[in-house]
């Protein structure tokens, strides 16, 4: 029937759709799933009129307890939702409609991750009016599975947003920054490195404040991954100038002077101080002196590094400083 929907005469549709509808209830798990995934081939395809009544039948799986079915229809609205943009505000509407009200974590979570794949195809007003609030929600949940998805999600958004609403990105990417759970976080300093590789200057303060927190995460992988994403911004020079104008030197001191300390810090895994002194060189090839200077000379006072894997880090850069 799927099939047949979406070759169908205008005329004939509606019928196809409605067998469909049917077929969604039935007793028998793979019919349902089947029945769900030939509506969301045939919404791709379906009559600006007739894509509302797809939506509300595939919407209405993911409030029953047919958990079998409801993989299949998150994944139907999310190919309807990519199909045209008139499509995403009913489908985004309808999976934070589910999201909210279910009390399963498999619907909550396939929601979710729906959605961030969704963002990239909706307007700057249905981010800001259906997916943020959803999403800022989604932080709050008990379940850290959720909250880390949540997180995925907001940095798939973030990369998509426009400039006016990446504030937001970042202030709820700094929620997770600060959760209780260690893969909430590090899912939130990649996020945050990850949209720093584009942002624009108007976003990097708030970015290089979050990331400056998680530099001071007792989970040495966080630390890594913050320092690593610091840097990047440390090398940005232009962007540090237009987004902390008459501050990028004093910037990239204190990140340098933050670095140092992880890097001369005994307690700190060995693999920890050998990538902070990769990160160090880094900045100070992109630096221009006294500030390259300065590392450099950070550099020297940890050639004397107990691990002798950290004491090769250090020589390799130093001698990519040309010290």
């Not at 229809?73 to 943009?85: E, M, S, T, W």
């Not at 232009?238 to 104008?245: T, Y």
């Amino acid at each position: 029937l799927g099939s047949i929907g979406q070759g169908a005469p205008a005329n004939v549709v509606p019928m196809v759709v409605h067998a469909l509808q049917e077929a969604l209830h039935d007793q028998d798990a793979y019919v349902r799933s089947l029945a769900a995934q030939g509506m969301g081939g045939i919404g791709k395809a379906a009559p600006a009129k007739l894509v509302p009544v797809v939506v509300d039948a595939l919407s209405d799986v993911l409030h029953r307890k047919h958990e079998d079915a409801i993989s299949d229809a998150v994944k139907a609205l999310g190919r309807i939702g990519q199909a045209a943009p008139a499509n995403v505000l009913p489908v985004a509407s309808a999976f934070a409609s589910a999201g909210t009200q279910s009390e399963s974590e498999g619907v909550r979570k396939n929601v979710i991750a729906a959605l961030g794949d969704l963002g990239k195809d909706a307007p700057s007003e249905v981010l800001y009016d259906v997916f943020m609030p959803f999403l800022k929600d989604a932080l709050q949940d008990t379940n850290e599975k959720i909250r880390n998805e949540a997180i995925e999600a907001w940095g798939k958004v973030g990369q998509v947003s426009p400039v006016g609403l990446l504030p937001l990105v970042v202030e709820a990417l700094y929620t997770g920054v600060t959760d209780a759970c260690p893969v909430v976080r590090r899912t939130a300093v990649d996020a945050l490195d990850n949209i720093g590789d584009t942002a624009p200057a108007e976003a990097l303060e708030a970015m290089f404040l979050s990331l400056c927190r998680a530099l001071r995460d007792d989970d040495s992988e966080i630390l890594v991954a913050a320092a690593m994403a610091l840097g990047k911004i440390c090398r940005s020079t232009e962007k540090l100038a237009l987004a902390m104008p008459g501050m990028e030197e004093k910037v990239v001191v204190f990140v340098v002077n933050e670095l140092t300390q992880a890097l001369s810090d005994s307690e700190n895994p060995g693999f920890v101080r050998s990538e902070v002194a990769g990160v160090l060189c880094n900045i100070g090839k992109s630096v221009p002196p006294p500030i390259s200077h300065r590392v450099a000379n950070d550099l020297l006072q940890a050639q004397h590094d107990d691990d002798p894997a950290v004491r090769v880090k250090v020589c390799e850069a130093l001698v990519g400083l040309g010290a």
